[in-house]
């Protein structure tokens, strides 16, 4: 069963608008993380920032914010003041504490910034 | 800066040759996994380590073998190369054991079998 849940394949945003990405995830262990990675068309992968599933506060990183819904099961990242520069393939992925603790990823979301 | 380097960035080579894609981290991390990724399409789990002299299958099969005889080098080969390995290749690697910690993640070979 799929247990990441990217439902944009495709985004677009104005450059300098905010933009939601969404991510929902499917686990049964009560402890578990969620992470963002930032895919460029070069093709590295790029962290960007961690939720932890008992974090009472949605985390921040500069301009990205996580979104975190527990009881919806949503980690949706937002960007905001959208940059050329973050045009990019992004990434939504889960580790569950219990349950092998291997990194689970989403399909993924291409986002395009448009000047 | 990276610490996880992986050789060669690119490679194009023709069918029926022997491959090795070279993956080493400096962070000292006992697990390490490859992933083999079409462009701008999903990353798939072929192979994990959780350290030395442990190799464990990922969830997508593939034809390539892997090594784990040191913990920072975590090499994956491919003994005959076919046009459907063509792809890319990311190697990561993390801490082991749950942590909040990313997973860190090499550059990536890209590889074109003609």
């Known amino acids: 069963a799929q247990k990441i849940t990217q439902t944009q394949p495709g985004m677009f945003v104005q450059e300098k608008e905010a933009v939601t990405l969404d991510c929902t995830y499917d686990?049964?262990?009560?402890?578990?993380?969620l992470f963002w990675y930032k895919q460029p068309s070069s093709g590295e992968m790029i962290f960007l920032i961690y939720?932890?599933?008992?974090?009472?506060q949605n985390a921040t990183e500069g301009r990205y914010s996580l979104n975190f819904q527990k009881a919806r099961k949503s980690a949706n990242l937002v960007i905001s003041a959208s940059q050329l520069g973050d045009s990019a393939m992004y990434f939504c992925?889960?580790?569950?504490?219990?349950?092998?603790?291997?990194?689970?990823f989403g399909p993924g979301t291409r986002l395009s910034v448009l000047p | 800066e990276a610490d996880i380097y992986q050789t060669p960035r690119y490679l194009v080579i023709g069918t029926g040759k022997k491959i090795t894609l070279e993956c080493s981290q400096t962070m000292g991390h006992d697990k390490m996994y490859w992933y083999q990724q079409d462009p701008g399409m999903e990353l798939h789990l072929i192979h994990y380590?959780?350290?030395?002299?442990?190799?464990e299958k990922g969830d997508l099969s593939s034809e390539s073998t892997v090594s784990r005889i040191r913990t920072e080098h975590f090499p994956l080969t491919l003994e005959s190369a076919r046009p459907s390995h063509t792809s890319q290749y990311l190697c990561a690697s993390s801490e082991a054991g749950y942590s909040n910690q990313p997973q860190h993640f090499g550059d990536g070979t890209r590889l074109s079998i003609l």
């Open positions: 939720q932890g599933s008992y974090d009472q």
């Open positions: 380590s959780y350290g030395v002299n442990s190799t």
């Open positions: 992925a889960m580790r569950e504490v219990n349950y092998g603790q291997n990194f689970v």
């Open positions: 686990t049964s262990d009560p402890s578990y993380g």
